[in-house]
């Protein structure tokens, strides 16, 4: 086996590559569009089954170096942090405690359903969890920080299930979130009722802003100062002990500044919610994509087919079957509703980065939704975490 590893300059420029034949793919195949699959899956897809190829004809492995695509998720959710304003946090008020109880409530039954899948294969209820809420919901980063707890419990191949669960959700999050909401959105003739606003951003000025080299740096300035903010305050968390993602705290410090820093200072130029500031937070987001889909190794998933496909297979439907009876009419079964539906499915089984880029096919394809672009990244990128954290311990003791 021959081992190529590409480094982060290349894989940043590879990245962008792939997002390019993913657009590319977009413009030529109709049904790609019609079911709101985002360019950087599409072409991210497309990269991951060429690496599959090297690995099973030429016996080459290929693995990137990823530092640049973690820094473009930090500035994503930094991004989204400096849009949201307390007053739209008002208005998501009952939406979002909704979204977040629901969401909250399937952390549980992800592990269920599981649970109930590995009973049904003859496998230890412990790799059910690791099909559950630890790799789908949780993602890459939870699967490998707890495979550790997992091995403890007599599962010595926890890392490898728990990447493996990771990578085939990522897969079908990206895939099933355009699908269903352009079936909510046809059967119930749904339409965006804010025409005024950019894609996700709720926005008053688009047509006199002018977008230059100035309203650029202007906004890698402020997300630099709330990232360097964001990672002192999260360095300090961590030697307390109390540990979270740094794009939370980015995240988090960016709501505040937004708010605060506009009204203390009056005479400055903020960039919240300006053609600038959704330039670079759509770079960040459709390179982040592309290069997390390019990188799946897809032959590790190989070794573990069958069982485990099967509880991903079960996993798939009961989060379209959540989606569709539970999720949509709680959430009002509005246009909004099926926005968030997309994203549920992309965060659900894969990553907010995904339920963000579902949201956005979807939005471009039928008009805006702001509220959402509020009320997801809160609910998933703080609320989850913490919470997912106490159910699988729970599930272990179990």
Same mark, same amino acid.
């Given at each position: 086996?021959?081992?190529?590893?590409?480094?982060?300059?290349?894989?940043?420029?590879?990245?962008?590559?792939?997002?390019?034949?993913?657009?590319?793919?977009?413009?030529?195949?109709?049904?790609?569009?019609?079911?709101?699959?985002?360019?950087?899956?599409?072409?991210?897809?497309?990269?991951?089954?060429?690496? #599959?190829?090297?690995?099973?004809?030429?016996?080459?492995?290929?693995?990137?170096? =990823?530092?640049?695509?973690?820094?473009?998720?930090?500035?994503?959710?930094?991004?989204?942090?400096?849009?949201?304003?307390?007053?739209?946090?008002?208005?998501?008020?009952?939406?979002?405690?909704?979204?977040?109880?629901?969401?909250?409530?399937?952390?549980?039954?992800?592990?269920?359903?599981?649970?109930?899948?590995?009973?049904?294969?003859? @496998?230890?209820?412990?790799?059910?969890? =690791?099909?559950? $809420?630890? $790799?789908?919901?949780?993602?890459?980063?939870? +699967?490998?920080?707890?495979?550790? /707890?997992?091995?403890?419990?007599?599962?010595?191949?926890?890392?490898?299930?728990?990447?493996?669960?990771?990578?085939? *959700?990522?897969?079908? +999050?990206?895939?099933?979130?355009?699908?269903?909401? &352009?079936?909510?959105?046809?059967?119930?003739?749904?339409?965006?009722?804010?025409? &005024?606003?950019?894609?996700?951003?709720?926005? +008053?000025?688009?047509?006199?802003?002018?977008?230059?080299?100035?309203?650029?740096?202007?906004?890698?300035?402020?997300?630099?100062?709330?990232?360097?903010?964001?990672?002192?305050?999260?360095?300090?968390? !961590?030697? !307390?002990?109390?540990?979270?993602?740094? %794009?939370?705290?980015?995240?988090?410090?960016?709501?505040?500044? $937004?708010?605060?820093?506009?009204?203390?200072?009056?005479?400055?130029?903020?960039?919240?919610?300006?053609?600038?500031?959704?330039?670079?937070?759509? %770079?960040?987001? *459709?390179?982040?994509?592309?290069? !997390?889909?390019?990188?799946?190794?897809?032959?590790?998933?190989?070794?573990?087919?069958?069982?485990?496909?099967?509880? @991903? =297979?079960?996993?798939?439907?009961?989060?379209?079957?959540?989606? @569709?009876?539970?999720?949509?009419?709680?959430?009002? &079964? /509005?246009?909004?509703?099926?926005? #968030? !539906?997309?994203? %549920?499915?992309?965060? +659900?089984?894969?990553?907010?980065?995904?339920?963000?880029?579902?949201?956005?096919?979807?939005? &471009?394809?039928?008009?805006?939704?702001?509220?959402?672009?509020?009320?997801?990244?809160?609910?998933?990128?703080?609320?989850?975490?913490?919470?997912?954290?106490?159910?699988?311990?729970?599930?272990?003791?179990?």
């Amino acid at each position: 086996m021959t081992e190529i590893q590409i480094d982060s300059f290349v894989a940043y420029t590879l990245g962008i590559v792939v997002y390019f034949v993913g657009v590319h793919l977009n413009r030529k195949v109709t049904v790609l569009r019609a079911y709101n699959i985002p360019e950087p899956v599409s072409g991210g897809l497309v990269a991951a089954l060429v690496t #599959l190829a090297l690995y099973v004809l030429a016996n080459v492995e290929v693995s990137f170096e =990823l530092d640049t695509r973690d820094r473009l998720l930090v500035y994503f959710f930094t991004a989204i942090g400096l849009n949201a304003r307390v007053s739209d946090l008002i208005r998501g008020g009952k939406p979002l405690a909704i979204m977040l109880v629901l969401t909250l409530s399937y952390i549980v039954v992800q592990n269920v359903v599981g649970m109930s899948g590995a009973s049904l294969v003859g @496998l230890p209820a412990e790799i059910g969890i =690791l099909a559950g $809420s630890t $790799s789908l919901i949780g993602g890459h980063g939870t +699967a490998i920080a707890w495979a550790p /707890d997992f091995v403890a419990q007599g599962i010595p191949n926890a890392l490898e299930i728990g990447v493996a669960s990771a990578t085939l *959700g990522l897969v079908v +999050a990206s895939l099933i979130g355009g699908p269903i909401a &352009k079936l909510l959105i046809g059967r119930y003739r749904l339409k965006s009722s804010d025409e &005024k606003s950019v894609v996700g951003i709720g926005y +008053a000025k688009e047509a006199t802003e002018t977008l230059n080299h100035m309203s650029i740096m202007r906004v890698i300035l402020v997300l630099h100062i709330a990232i360097i903010i964001g990672w002192l305050i999260n360095d300090a968390l !961590s030697r !307390s002990g109390f540990k979270l993602p740094l %794009f939370v705290t980015c995240l988090l410090t960016a709501i505040v500044m $937004s708010n605060t820093v506009p009204l203390i200072f009056r005479r400055i130029t903020w960039p919240a919610r300006t053609r600038a500031l959704a330039l670079v937070s759509d %770079f960040s987001l *459709g390179l982040f994509l592309a290069m !997390s889909l390019m990188s799946m190794q897809l032959w590790t998933v190989a070794g573990l087919a069958g069982p485990l496909l099967l509880i @991903l =297979l079960l996993q798939t439907m009961a989060a379209v079957l959540f989606i @569709l009876f539970v999720l949509f009419p709680a959430m009002g &079964k /509005d246009y909004q509703a099926a926005v #968030l !539906s997309a994203g %549920f499915g992309g965060f +659900a089984l894969g990553a907010t980065p995904t339920a963000i880029a579902n949201m956005t096919a979807v939005t &471009k394809a039928n008009g805006p939704a702001p509220l959402a672009f509020i009320i997801l990244p809160l609910v998933a990128a703080f609320f989850v975490d913490i919470t997912n954290a106490f159910v699988i311990r729970a599930a272990l003791a179990l």
